[in-house]
Structures are given as structure tokens and as C-alpha cells.
């Protein structure tokens, strides 16, 4: 079972970029993104199953998104700000939950960089 991230870089801010996970090794039912900053802990974006969730942060930003025939989520993020600065890491539970803790996520993606500058 892999989860491979990809799609971040250097931005300035105000704009977009789009992430994307492709799961392989089996399906899951709950994806979600996390993302941690330098000296901080890592903490939740957003999750997609039935519906989506947001952090407060995001909300209205960013949007989660999956294709399951392609075994891929995305998360387009868009007004870009410097405190979105981290390391973006995708995650997959093979239930449906709604869960925004880190550790109740099993599978992880190896993480992306997204840098942006003010």
C-alpha cells in the first residue's frame, strides 16, 4: 500500500496550487490532507468521504476532491497565504470516518513542500 504526493513548490502569495495523491494497493474510504510547519505540530487541513471537511483556516481556500477511479484525491488551493508554509502530507483510513486526528489515519504519503512567499 503507497500513497504518493505531489504538486507542491513555491508560490508567491494570493495564488494556486493543486495537490495531488494517488493511492495504490488497495481503496479507501476516508482521504485526508494534513500539513506541518516548521517547529510546529502537524495538523489537519481537510478530509473528503461522503462530504468534506475543512479546517477554519482553509475554509473557503482550499477544496478536497477524489476521483476513485483514478485512487486519487486532490486539494486545490487557492488565495494562498505565507502561513500556509508546510510540509502538505496526504492520508487514507480504509473506513469512512470523519476523524481529524493524525494518528487514526494508518496510510501516509511521503509529503509535498509548499513554500509561500509574501
Known amino acids: 500500500v503507497q500513497l504518493q504526493a505531489s504538486g507542491g513548490g513555491l508560490v508567491q502569495t494570493g495564488g494556486s496550487l493543486r495537490l495531488s495523491c494517488v493511492a495504490s494497493g488497495r481503496t479507501f474510504g476516508t482521504y485526508g490532507w494534513f500539513r506541518q510547519a516548521p517547529g510546529k505540530e502537524r495538523e489537519f487541513v481537510a478530509l473528503?468521504?461522503?462530504?468534506?471537511y475543512y479546517a477554519g483556516s482553509v475554509n473557503g481556500r482550499f477544496t478536497i476532491s477524489r476521483d476513485n477511479a483514478k485512487n486519487s484525491v486532490y486539494l486545490q488551493m487557492n488565495s494562498l497565504k505565507p502561513e500556509d508554509t508546510a510540509v502538505y502530507y496526504c492520508?487514507?483510513?480504509?473506513?469512512?470516518?470523519?476523524?481529524?486526528?493524525?494518528?487514526?489515519?494508518?496510510?501516509w504519503g511521503q509529503g509535498t513542500q509548499v513554500t509561500v512567499s509574501s
Open positions: 473528503i468521504n461522503w462530504g468534506t
Open positions: 492520508a487514507a483510513r480504509t473506513d469512512w470516518g470523519t476523524s481529524q486526528k493524525d494518528y487514526e489515519y494508518p496510510y
